[in-house]
């Protein structure tokens, strides 16, 4: 069973407690100082205060990181302001190395006209001559999977991604990059790569498609304006390596999302600050609902 310390508190004040070298994974999403309407928190700080603060809880974290532990921050963006992420990244180099770069898709419009044909098909060509309109129609075909916030815009596109940063202290942790493989398409790649090793799996990539639930209301099941879905972090936890993974933390707690993920995986201790006495106790009772 994991043993959960959830702490209504500052995360500066917080992780200024925790003990040098205590933590062997950080996964969180601060404000992203975008005008969201937090509870508790003005998420609209002029952009060198928001940069100072992200440094400052970034120097804990840094500190509280163990060696070999990792930093998975997830941070978006507006259409409107698309160098906030880069931004924070340049604050967080004199703290972190950045070892790698994920790509959250949200949602994602996919032409499926190649998924009924095995991978290199040589008669592709003369198919799609035989077969005229009826193959034309079925080669536009297109679909849409996840979730993503429309914005009327004549200038913008429909933000359908987000960033997961991966920071180390060193730039070379090792990672578990099977725990999160996916099988090979073409299997003659099997035999044919010496670093297949034999195995149908390969390294999912830093391209990850996890859309929200859907949900009927907000405010019964996700009352929180901007969180990320429990499957993000338990693949961070994954990544890392989930059977290293001893105490895992989470500066800005929300209502828990990363905790639930954490009892999932078997963490051993989960650490949490959050600010808002009524995200907090969302949290908890989600936690226990999982009991």
Known sequence: MTRFDLRRRDCIKGMSRLADDSVDLVVTS???NLGIRYGKFSDTQDRESYLNWCGEWAQQVRRALRSD???FLNIGSAPSNPMLPYEIVMVLRGSFVLQNTIHWIKSIAIDDRCSRRPVGDATRRQQTHRSGASHTKAATEIRSYGHFKPISSKRFLNDCHEYIFHFTKTGRVELDRLALGVPYQDKSNI???RHTRGEDLRCRGNTWFVPYETIQSREKERPHPATFPVQLAEWCIK??????????????????????????WGVRKFIGFEIDETYLAEAKRRLERLV
């Open 239 to 264: 990544l890392h390596g989930a059977s290293r993974v001893h105490t895992m933390l989470d500066p800005f707690l929300g209502i828990g999302n990363s905790a639930v993920a954490a009892r999932r």
């Open 191 to 193: 035999s044919r790569w």
């Open 69 to 71: 532990g990792s930093f």
């Open 30 to 32: 601060p404000p992203y």
